[in-house]
């Protein structure tokens, strides 16, 4: 007996050395599935008006099909999550990103209205929704000590992706035409996505069983959505990850507008433009706080840091509203304040399945993402229309700033001693 069981120790290692390996490379081929459908939300503004023009639409009805990206791409996740975790991630990633690409090389050939709706609209937001939560779900189970950086690692490859392909693509536009640039990028999108999540796997058994323990190394239970959405810690997430999504895109999606009503749009800046410079720091920096917060919520305590990041967007909007008379603090202002929104898609996954276990997280993912659909619809409309009711901007950045207070003190005050109860209580299978 002794003599068998000796072989047994060295093997364990190279187990954990080969996990450890595989789980890098889960990482990297996760980040590219994600950087492979990013573009068609962040490159859509410079589409709009090749689009306009071709089918010969206002803009007003041309922007009904963002909106239905952002719509199908949330709003539907649940489903999308239960069939991630029915048939496994590769099968539905692979068909995730290729109806993103085939979105586009769908939409390069329509004439009408409604089938730019269907293309890049429906198929493109189903597309990138399966996606975005299937990656998600995948990596809060290969890193179970480092959830919050795992999943802010794959964010910001959603967040930052379409970096790599803005400057390529803005060149295709003007000398091929939007048609032959729609097609072009969107056979490269489909290849490139299906070929990286040809490599995506769930953990080995013994490692998946090991990821089901939460940021404090204590074991949880894995619990199916019909059990989370039953409990009140759960229903308290979604409310902070959607006030979050509210607070930041009812600033945000008004930048533009807002920036030249404070008479900063056409001043120079460490010589060039305010807004463009803004702009370009903010999506830095919106990429940079995911798998930044995420890594510090793995060692300090998820609440502790969102505490720390949804304060720190609230204080800089109050000094961003301040100082608006000033370029050069309103474009690292700006900074700051996507540097304090854009950590919410790694705190809210890696602490939901710190509370509710790995088996069904994409699942249970797939329902909290829905809160971010709830913020996309809410944010932009309400502080368009704050502002045109009371004629100023200090009501919209004054209900942001409420919402980032008081989200902040609800994950401190609240959800931390509701967690502890709740992890501290007998477990439920």
Same mark, same amino acid.
Request: one cysteine or more.
């Given at each position: 007996m002794n003599t068998r069981s000796q072989p047994m120790t060295p093997a364990i290692g190279n187990v954990s050395t080969s996990t450890t390996h595989n789980r890098w490379i889960q990482l990297g081929l996760g980040l590219v599935c994600m950087m492979a459908i990013s573009s068609p939300q962040y490159v859509w503004t410079l589409m709009t008006k090749p689009l306009a023009a071709k089918l010969g639409i206002a803009m007003p009805e041309l922007q009904v099909t963002f909106s239905l990206l952002i719509i199908l791409q949330t709003f539907f996740s649940p489903f999308q999550g239960k069939l991630i975790d029915r048939f496994g991630p590769r099968m539905l990633i692979s068909i995730g990103t290729v109806m993103s690409g085939l979105s586009w090389v769908f939409a390069s050939q329509v004439q009408s209205?409604?089938?730019?709706?269907?293309?890049?609209?429906?198929? #493109?937001?189903?597309?990138?929704?399966?996606?975005?939560? #299937?990656?998600?779900?995948?990596?809060?189970?290969? $890193?179970?000590?480092?959830?919050?950086?795992?999943?802010?690692?794959?964010?910001?490859?959603?967040?930052?992706?379409?970096?790599?392909?803005? $400057?390529?693509?803005?060149?295709?536009?003007?000398?091929?035409?939007?048609?032959?640039?729609?097609?072009?990028?969107?056979?490269?999108?489909?290849?490139?996505?299906?070929?990286?999540?040809?490599?995506?796997?769930?953990?080995?058994?013994?490692?998946?069983?090991?990821?089901?323990?939460?940021?404090?190394?204590?074991?949880?239970?894995?619990?199916?959505?019909?059990?989370?959405?039953?409990?009140?810690?759960?229903?308290?997430?979604?409310?902070?990850?959607?006030?979050?999504?509210?607070?930041?895109?009812?600033?945000?999606?008004?930048?533009?507008? $807002?920036?030249?009503?404070?008479?900063?749009?056409?001043?120079?800046? $460490?010589?060039?433009?305010?807004?463009?410079?803004?702009?370009?720091?903010?999506?830095?920096?919106? #990429?940079?706080?995911?798998?930044l917060f995420g890594l510090v919520s793995d060692r300090f305590g998820r609440e502790n840091t969102m505490f720390f990041a949804f304060a720190l967007e609230g204080v800089a909007m109050t000094l961003w509203l301040f100082t608006r008379d000033n370029a050069v603090l309103f474009v690292l202002l700006s900074g700051v304040v996507f540097f304090g929104w854009g950590e919410i898609f790694s705190l809210f996954p890696s602490t939901l399945t710190d509370t509710f276990g790995t088996r069904h997280a994409t699942e249970n993912y797939g329902w909290l993402y829905i809160s971010q659909g709830i913020g996309s619809i809410l944010g932009g409309p309400l502080a368009a229309l704050m502002h045109q009711h009371a004629g100023s901007w200090l009501p919209v950045f004054g209900a942001a700033i409420t919402l980032d207070i008081v989200t902040a003190l609800l994950a401190i005050a609240v959800l931390k001693p509701m967690r502890r109860r709740f992890l501290a209580a007998p477990r439920r299978v």
């Amino acid at each position: 007996m002794n003599t068998r069981s000796q072989p047994m120790t060295p093997a364990i290692g190279n187990v954990s050395t080969s996990t450890t390996h595989n789980r890098w490379i889960q990482l990297g081929l996760g980040l590219v599935c994600m950087m492979a459908i990013s573009s068609p939300q962040y490159v859509w503004t410079l589409m709009t008006k090749p689009l306009a023009a071709k089918l010969g639409i206002a803009m007003p009805e041309l922007q009904v099909t963002f909106s239905l990206l952002i719509i199908l791409q949330t709003f539907f996740s649940p489903f999308q999550g239960k069939l991630i975790d029915r048939f496994g991630p590769r099968m539905l990633i692979s068909i995730g990103t290729v109806m993103s690409g085939l979105s586009w090389v769908f939409a390069s050939q329509v004439q009408s209205v409604p089938m730019l709706y269907l293309t890049y609209g429906v198929i #493109g937001g189903l597309g990138t929704g399966i996606v975005y939560v #299937g990656v998600v779900g995948l990596m809060v189970r290969w $890193f179970p000590a480092q959830r919050g950086f795992a999943a802010g690692a794959v964010a910001a490859g959603y967040g930052m992706g379409a970096i790599v392909t803005t $400057f390529p693509i803005a060149s295709s536009l003007q000398a091929r035409g939007v048609e032959a640039t729609l097609w072009m990028f969107g056979i490269a999108f489909a290849v490139v996505g299906l070929l990286a999540s040809q490599g995506l796997r769930v953990p080995p058994a013994h490692d998946d069983a090991g990821a089901n323990v939460n940021d404090a190394g204590s074991a949880v239970a894995n619990l199916r959505p019909s059990q989370t959405l039953r409990t009140p810690i759960f229903w308290l997430m979604f409310a902070m990850m959607a006030m979050m999504s509210t607070s930041g895109l009812m600033v945000t999606s008004q930048m533009a507008t $807002f920036a030249a009503d404070f008479g900063v749009t056409k001043v120079l800046v $460490f010589g060039m433009a305010a807004l463009p410079l803004a702009l370009t720091i903010d999506r830095f920096t919106n #990429g940079l706080t995911r798998p930044l917060f995420g890594l510090v919520s793995d060692r300090f305590g998820r609440e502790n840091t969102m505490f720390f990041a949804f304060a720190l967007e609230g204080v800089a909007m109050t000094l961003w509203l301040f100082t608006r008379d000033n370029a050069v603090l309103f474009v690292l202002l700006s900074g700051v304040v996507f540097f304090g929104w854009g950590e919410i898609f790694s705190l809210f996954p890696s602490t939901l399945t710190d509370t509710f276990g790995t088996r069904h997280a994409t699942e249970n993912y797939g329902w909290l993402y829905i809160s971010q659909g709830i913020g996309s619809i809410l944010g932009g409309p309400l502080a368009a229309l704050m502002h045109q009711h009371a004629g100023s901007w200090l009501p919209v950045f004054g209900a942001a700033i409420t919402l980032d207070i008081v989200t902040a003190l609800l994950a401190i005050a609240v959800l931390k001693p509701m967690r502890r109860r709740f992890l501290a209580a007998p477990r439920r299978v």
